[in-house]
């Protein structure tokens, strides 16, 4: 589905008669490739979602109130604060038959103290007894009170140039693209950043921006039957919907369908001499020129089409009140696949980063480690040194010892020498205290980071991901502003606005029996010592980060099948679902044990017996 020209020019009447001369309120990230910002304007706040995904790239307003999905700040995200934010949008322009939009957003000037030439003219100043007065319209307050204030300025106050940009977005599918672009049309930044290697329009910081290059096809507002029926001959296509498309610019697939339906009666034809050439051309300019009707398609699970104008080639399809209600009505459910895959690819990199943090850690710590290797021998040396020292003569360079040699200063006397080793070894061995204790933990955090690495990877819902990201940020892995607000407000529980808790999975297999399947550390460590019995089974995929699984036992023995269930689910909640068979163990409950000072859902486990099937993704 495409957003197309004509889609773009019908939100952009829509922004001008609803956030033409508002003021930006709140700026923004709705994920890695989106932007919000909250415009107060004709007494309201309205939202708008621009967003610059490969397949859902579009820009419209939306009913509900836009929330955060990128955890930390970017210097995108910073710099649209210092150019957008309480910024009025003064123009929003669309270039005809392109998908362009264009907001010139201009800042109000900031106040600096400064020295002020004395001025002989009367002003403002002169009639209030604290300086000049400056006015504030209704639309400056933000909390959207229809009143005027009048406020003094010191005079030591000036006012400071104004700050000018474009803000610039660009839904063309692969290649879309938000831009901040300032008042010398030099590139600010951009929501992605293409670099000379990857495209002859660069699109990196301090570059002049540059429209990008328009196709070199007709103009569909000038179409006539005459140059309809020589220009599509001309494609070279076969299908005249292709040619169509093909040949003028801003018509996109279904604008083409739909012109053709309503010009011959079927939307699938192909070129040919005997078309009604004339009706064609007049059904193309008016589809270009028509007072807007959005209307939207219907689906069996979901919206399948919209428009600006009256679909007519498609069954179903019912008006809308304005073509941003169509837009979020077909784009809501993507929107939710798509916003799973930013905020794990979000966390994905947090874990990233984190891993490279801890392995070089580890490597650090392991360089000591060896350190304390040589101190040993360093203490080895001094003591063969004393139990040698009645074999030393005067000006001795080396001391043989079961085969390994010494080295002597001829300068030095032999005790001293012994005892420089042993206070060289006392010193290094003070600050190496720990280190085998702090390498044990560090091998620790990256195995529980490890379990909480693949059970991302196999989230399948938004509330699982965040679970996930909230224990991580809980262990210490990372930072979460959920986690600051807890510890902030932990002596006022009503005000903790934590991720709400998912409990483990719990299927019955087909032998009645219950499972119950981890699904992050937390799940993990309570499916395991929490549900599980002792004697119930626990199952794990062999060697890999992965889920929990405990099947309840009744005592007796469990059946073939349920254990084939049960295993299937282990493989399918690890990072080898994807494999035709998998390793999993099992074993009793009761040999399995935490491991000590270990992050939740590390353990040890003995005794088990293993079992290669294929993974199962879970029944309901």
């Known amino acids: 589905m495409y957003f197309d020209a004509l889609t773009l020019a019908a939100v952009a009447d829509e922004l001008h008669a609803t956030i033409l001369g508002g003021r930006v309120q709140r700026v923004l990230l709705t994920g890695p490739l989106g932007i919000g910002l909250e415009v107060y304007a004709q007494h309201q706040r309205y939202q708008l979602l621009a967003s610059a995904h490969p397949q859902w790239a579009r820009v419209h307003l939306v009913r509900h109130k836009l929330s955060r999905g990128v955890e930390q700040a970017t210097p995108f995200l910073l710099l649209l604060r210092k150019y957008v934010l309480d910024g009025r949008i003064i123009a929003i322009e669309q270039p005809a038959l392109e998908r362009i939009l264009v907001l010139s957003i201009v800042k109000e000037p900031t106040l600096c103290n400064h020295e002020q030439e004395p001025d002989t003219r009367q002003s403002a100043s002169d009639a209030h007894p604290m300086g000049a007065i400056r006015t504030i319209a209704p639309d400056d307050d933000r909390s959207g009170a229809d009143h005027t204030l009048t406020l003094p300025v010191l005079m030591t106050e000036r006012v400071a140039p104004l700050l000018r940009c474009e803000l610039i977005i660009e839904p063309m599918e692969r290649h879309s693209n938000i831009i901040l672009v300032d008042d010398n049309n030099l590139i600010l930044d951009s929501i992605k ?244 204790e702090r390498c044990r933990a560090t091998e620790h955090a990256l195995a529980g980071l490890e379990q909480l690495a693949a059970l991302l990877d196999v989230a399948d819902t938004r509330e699982q991901i965040d679970q996930i990201a909230q224990e991580a940020a809980e262990q210490g892995y990372t930072h979460s502003w959920s986690t600051r607000t807890q510890h902030k407000h932990k002596d006022r529980p009503g005000r903790q606005r934590g991720v709400r808790r998912l409990k483990p999975l719990h299927l019955v297999s087909s032998d009645g029996l219950d499972i119950y399947v981890g699904r992050s550390s937390e799940q993990n460590a309570e499916v395991t010592f929490r549900i599980g019995r002792p004697d119930d089974l626990w199952l794990h995929v062999r060697t890999i980060p992965g889920g929990h699984v405990i099947v309840r036992t009744t005592g007796s023995d469990v059946p073939e099948r349920t254990l084939q269930e049960a295993a299937g689910l282990a493989a399918y909640f690890s990072r080898v679902r994807t494999e035709r068979a998998v390793e999993v163990d099992l074993a009793h409950r009761r040999l399995v044990r935490k491991v000590p000072g270990g992050p939740p859902g590390l353990v040890t486990y003995r005794a088990e017996r293993t079992l290669r099937v294929a993974p199962i993704p879970p029944w309901m």
């Open 193 to 436: 950043r293409v670099t000379p290697r990857m495209s002859q329009r660069v699109i990196l910081p301090r570059q002049v921006y540059e429209v990008p290059p328009r196709q070199q096809k007709r103009d569909p507002r000038m179409a006539t039957a005459t140059d309809i029926a020589a220009t599509l001959a001309e494609t070279g296509e076969r299908m005249l919907a292709r040619a169509l498309v093909a040949a003028y610019r801003g018509v996109s697939p279904q604008v083409a369908r739909e012109v053709i339906y309503r010009g011959s009666g079927t939307a699938d034809t192909a070129v040919q001499a005997a078309l009604p050439w004339e009706q064609l051309a007049t059904e193309l300019r008016a589809i270009l020129s028509a007072v807007w009707t959005p209307t939207l398609v219907p689906g069996p699970e979901q919206p399948q089409a919209y428009a600006p104008y009256a679909l007519t080639h498609l069954p179903g399809a019912t008006p809308q009140p304005t073509i941003s209600i169509a837009l979020e009505t077909f784009y809501a459910p993507r929107e939710t696949v798509t916003a799973h895959q930013q905020r794990r690819a979000a966390v994905q990199q947090q874990f990233a980063a984190v891993r490279e943090r801890l392995q070089h850690q580890h490597q650090q710590l392991l360089k000591e480690l060896e350190r304390v290797r040589n101190l040993e021998h360093m203490r080895w040396e001094g003591e063969m040194i004393f139990a040698f020292l009645h074999t030393l003569t005067p000006g001795q360079s080396m001391l043989e010892v079961e085969g390994q040699q010494i080295t002597l200063d001829p300068h030095r006397n032999p005790v001293e020498a012994a005892q420089a080793r042993f206070r060289a070894y006392e010193k290094a061995k003070q600050g190496l205290a720990g280190i085998p």
